[in-house]
């Protein structure tokens, strides 16, 4: 061993400049590889540190699907959309994780997607004939500034659990509120794709996506925020009150909503003659 040694020391003498230049490529190659698993580590602690605390939390729980995956925004089947999957007994299996330890803070929440309508056209109609007006990137700026994430969030325990954005305008949702919270910069597209200036308090007409069908809600606007951290959220994250987003995506088949008519829309109903409700023009 020590006449190994003595060649080695004395190779690595003899030829100094090789071996400078050798020993740093292995100096490098050994930085770049300890640099690099720390970086993809970090990368992928950061990944789940955002994921947990802006959307899941430490446990995910959720219905089972016999249509594809469950993910954060639903079941994604190959044809579309599927239905949503449901938790039986949920306010039951709420309450027992609530209690099963002093320290486990738990929340209730639907998903869903909306598009924000404008006109008597429906949501789609209204997609298509923005992608016919300027540009393809303008066209798909038009279509995001209305596309929305739905967070339905139940108020009395949901900003205990999750607590990532700030307001900029208004008050978050309070339990028993309907309403609708969005980013400050999606209020400011929206303004500019609607040519009006919204404000706290103007409502929004929503279409919501879901395996039966599209659905209408006139929702108001009790709020605007702004992520805490850069790139924490999508800007087309909403957060709205969860029995709105249950009847838009159909998880709720009937509902309790005081429904307030025009005079024009009812009308109809104080005619004295109904044969006139038939004219020709009708045939």
Do not use: C
Not at 8 to 25: C, P, V
Not at 233 to 246: G, K, M, N
Request: no cysteine.
């Amino acid at each position: 061993m020590p006449v190994t040694l003595r060649l080695a020391f004395r190779n690595l003498f003899e030829h100094k400049a090789k071996s400078l230049i050798i020993g740093i490529l292995l100096a490098l190659g050994s930085m770049v590889l300890v640099v690099g698993n720390a970086f993809i580590d970090a990368s992928k602690e950061g990944i789940r540190s955002s994921f947990t605390d802006n959307y899941t939390g430490d446990i995910f729980v959720s219905g089972i699907s016999a249509d594809g995956d469950v993910s954060l925004f639903g079941v994604m089947s190959p044809g579309g959309f599927a239905s949503t999957p449901i938790i039986p007994e949920y306010e039951k299996v709420l309450a027992m994780i609530s209690s099963s330890s002093p320290s486990i803070r738990a929340a209730g929440m639907a998903t869903g997607y909306a598009i924000v309508m404008r006109g008597e056209d429906s949501g789609i109609e209204e997609l298509q004939n923005d992608a016919t007006e300027g540009s393809e990137a303008e066209a798909r700026e038009r279509a995001m500034s209305r596309f929305l994430f739905l967070f339905g969030i139940d108020p009395s325990d949901y900003w205990d659990v999750f607590d990532s954005t700030n307001m900029v305008q208004g008050t978050r949702l309070q339990p028993g509120q309907t309403g609708l919270i969005i980013s400050d910069t999606q209020l400011k597209k929206l303004s500019e794709w609607l040519k009006r200036d919204i404000r706290i308090g103007d409502s929004l007409t929503l279409q919501g996506f879901s395996s039966g069908g599209f659905r209408l809600r006139e929702v108001p606007i009790v709020g605007s925020y702004a992520p805490k951290g850069e790139g924490a959220t999508p800007e087309q994250l909403a957060y709205i009150d969860i029995d709105t987003l249950r009847v838009m995506t159909g998880m709720t088949v009937g509902s309790d909503e005081n429904i307030e008519l025009s005079e024009a829309q009812t009308a109809m109903l104080s005619v004295q003659d109904t044969d006139a409700l038939f004219g020709d023009e009708m045939l």
